[in-house]
């Protein structure tokens, strides 16, 4: 028996993939629909304070261009990614 997670537990990236902190969902079929998802803060998070950490985020991305890492194909819980 396996366990199956969906909540993301690390910093990290990826497609098609509900284990991961930020999903960029692969819609090939459609890809004017592409969509950003922030999966770590919980329902109880204050949505501002939420919103303000992501725009901040952006604006460090945009200004300092970091490398993204690479991305997550699988369980980002394996112990391959830790």
Known sequence: YQETHHTPSM????????TNALRI????AFPDRRRLEHRVPSSVANPYGVLCAILGGILYGLECHPEPGQKIHGNA???VYL
């Not at 910093?11 to 509900?18: D, F, P």
């Not at 969902?25 to 090939?28: C, E, M, N, Y």
Request: proline share 7%; charged share 25%; aromatic share 14%.
């Open 25 to 28: 969902p692969d819609s090939t």
């Open 77 to 79: 819980f394996d112990k």
């Open 11 to 18: 910093i990290c990236w990826g497609g098609n993939n509900r």
